[in-house]
């Protein structure tokens, strides 16, 4: 059932678009903890799903909600983040521009990008945008932060300078809600990052979905509000974000689909399966 305008006839496709492993510490709060009675657990290693999300709307023409990692990646991020969040699994049909082709369209055919916040392994594929004017829209704070953690370095890592760049067209939104089209709602989610946004999609015949980005990586951080990891950066807002999202979910009837969970995104039908 869906509680909204219902203007989407197709879409999302869910694009798969990489995958990761790192230790399970990074996205749930005292994964693989050593205690007295059992000072050296088993460090348990997480695989991961990177995945973007491309939609055909009726009055926007084709919206890419993230964009992953970007080509070589591990090469661009260099040692040693490359081997603590490695690249693994891989094949050339992941890239970005051969994931679009999947779903019957190329990269050029996109008028807008979403990112739901700036790190790494969501912005990377920005590089396919460069030197075009297709709108690159980001929250205010996250657009702000981003910059700032490269410029001064408070943050580098996460963030890198490979994509902030001033040949993209970068326009940024601002507030806790933005309706950016009809039947596509942003809002404003900060916690995992401060300006991070997850996107809502009402369509008219499965309804409400919610993706999260990364402001829950896999369904623990969701579903137990298990609080994520080393990559939290401030957990009050993500305590505030995460009742925003869960109520958000519960009154549309939301399928809630996050960041990296590779097990979430097994039960969907991945492109180029058009859901409406
Ligand atoms: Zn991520």
């Given at each position: 059932m869906s509680t909204s305008i219902d203007l989407i006839n197709q879409a999302p496709q869910l694009l798969h678009i990489g995958n990761l492993e790192a230790e399970e510490g990074w996205f749930k709060r005292g994964g693989g903890t050593s205690t007295l009675s059992n000072p050296k657990p088993d460090r348990e290693r997480r695989k991961l799903m990177v995945m973007s999300v491309l939609i055909e709307h009726p009055t926007e023409g084709l919206i890419l909600f993230e964009t992953g990692s970007g080509k070589n990646y591990p090469e661009v991020w260099g040692a040693p983040i490359n081997d603590v969040f490695a690249r693994v699994d891989y094949d050339e049909s992941q890239e970005l521009d051969q994931q679009i082709e999947?779903?019957?369209?190329?990269?050029?055919?996109?008028t807008m990008v979403i990112l739901g916040h700036l790190h790494i392994d969501h912005a990377g594929g920005l590089e396919l945008f460069r030197g075009t004017k297709v709108p690159i829209y980001v929250h205010e704070a996250e657009l702000k932060h981003a910059f700032y953690s490269v410029a001064t370095g408070s943050d580098l890592g996460v963030y890198m300078p490979h994509y902030l760049t001033f040949d993209l067209n970068w326009q940024s939104f601002h507030g806790d809600?933005?309706?950016?089209?009809?039947g596509l709602n942003l809002r404003h989610a900060p916690g995992h990052t401060p300006g991070l946004c997850i996107m809502q999609v009402n369509l008219s015949e499965s309804g409400t979905w919610i993706f999260t980005s990364d402001m829950y990586h896999v369904h623990e951080n969701y579903e137990d509000n298990h609080p994520q990891g080393w990559l939290a950066r401030d957990h009050d807002d993500w305590v505030r974000s995460n009742q925003m999202i869960h109520l958000l979910a519960r009154r549309t009837n939301a399928k809630v689909i996050f960041g990296h969970c590779a097990e979430t995104l097994s039960k969907y039908q991945l492109a180029p399966h058009a859901y409406t």
């Open positions: 999947r779903t019957g369209h190329s990269v050029k055919d996109v809600f933005l309706e950016i089209a009809p």
